[in-house]
């Protein structure tokens, strides 16, 4: 169930928001040498909703 609720919502923050980088270039993925892959630098976004979904969040 809980797999369901987070592919729903993912799905609808994608959907409903436009997402900018905060300095405007490119993510960087570079990852660390680890056996977890952490990004070297964290991801940092500017979340926007989109014009046709005002209606919808409000």
């Given at each position: 169930?809980?797999?369901?609720?987070?592919?729903?919502?993912?799905?609808?923050?994608?959907?409903?928001?436009?997402?900018?980088?905060?300095?405007?270039k490119e993510v960087d993925m570079t990852e660390t040498a680890a056996?977890?892959?952490?990004?070297?630098?964290?991801?940092?976004?500017?979340?926007?909703?989109?014009?046709?979904?005002?209606?919808?969040?409000?």
């Amino acid at each position: 169930m809980a797999l369901r609720v987070i592919n729903l919502v993912m799905g609808q923050l994608l959907q409903c928001f436009e997402f900018t980088a905060v300095d405007g270039k490119e993510v960087d993925m570079t990852e660390t040498a680890a056996t977890l892959m952490v990004k070297i630098t964290p991801l940092e976004l500017i979340c926007k909703a989109r014009p046709n979904t005002h209606n919808l969040l409000a």
